[in-house]
T-cell receptor, first 120, second 111 residues
Framework: GAVVSQHPSWVICKSGTSVKIECRSLDFQATTMFWYRQFPKQSLMLMAT?????????EQGVEKDKFLINHASLTLSTLTVTSAHPEDSSFYIC????????????????FGSGTRLTVV | LAKTTQPISMDSYEGQEVNITCSHN???????ITWYQQFPSQGPRFIIQ???TKVTNEVASLFIPADRKSSTLSLPRVSLSDTAVYYCLVGEGTGFQKLVFGTGTRLLVSP
């Protein structure tokens, strides 16, 4: 249980175009999802908190107009990288916690498999 | 969220026991300690979580002293496939708080 599916696993796009990444909770409802970015050999950096039915909360330094987050349902959050540039190339990962379980569960927070974005 | 400190890297050999220690001096009363494992180009995977004393599951053990200012992840008889980055996180046990990752420990297991 507690599976998070992320799609696509990798994408190459041209500079100036937009790319959408989907994050789905397959067997549970996720009112809150999180989006991370990870550069090579570095740790995960939290970008934003995605809340179902409301606006996302962005971390300091993350451009909300560039990284659009939509959490339209309890099982789907999307991250759109708008007007992508080569410096946006990174590994993007989403995570969620199974809805009503307490934090001290066997699952903790479940992470998607990540999306490798390359902007050329 | 309590800040954590881990060794940047560790080396081991197949079959050995590996212990990775994490310091979290400012841990709060409601905080739990959770460890994740991450392979290259994959999302982190939950390993184990605990609050105090010792927790054991099928893949690891977590030792937490009485003062809870540190914790040790123990991996028994590691194999090459245990080569990964291991992250220690500390946070409140309830609510939908965000997880903030530290630097992690890069474990290299050699034949």
């Amino acid at each position: 249980g507690a599976v998070v599916s992320q799609h696509p696993s990798w994408v190459i796009c041209k500079s100036g175009t937009s790319v959408k990444i989907e994050c789905r909770s397959l067997d549970f409802q996720a009112t809150t999802m999180f989006w991370y970015r990870q550069f090579p050999k570095q740790s995960l950096m939290l970008m934003a908190t995605s809340n179902e039915g409301s606006k996302a909360t962005y971390e300091q330094g993350v451009e909300k107009d560039k990284f659009l987050i939509n959490h339209a349902s309890l099982t789907l959050s999307t991250l759109t990288v708008t007007s992508a540039h080569p410096e946006d190339s990174s590994f993007y990962i989403c995570s969620a916690r199974a809805g009503q379980l307490p934090f001290a569960s066997n699952y903790g927070y479940t992470f998607g498999s990540g999306t490798r974005l390359t902007v050329v | 969220l309590a800040k954590t400190t881990q060794p940047i890297s560790m080396d081991s050999y197949e079959g050995q026991e590996v212990n990775i220690t994490c310091s979290h001096n400012n841990i709060a009363t409601n905080d739990y300690i959770t460890w994740y494992q991450q392979f290259p180009s994959q999302g982190p995977r939950f390993i184990i979580q605990g609050y105090k004393t010792k927790v054991t599951n099928e893949v690891a053990s977590l030792f937490i002293p009485a003062d809870r200012k540190s914790s040790t992840l123990s991996l028994p008889r590691v194999s090459l496939s245990d080569t990964a980055v291991y992250y220690c996180l500390v946070g409140e046990g309830t609510g939908f708080q965000k997880l903030v990752f530290g630097t992690g420990t890069r474990l290299l297991v050699s034949p």
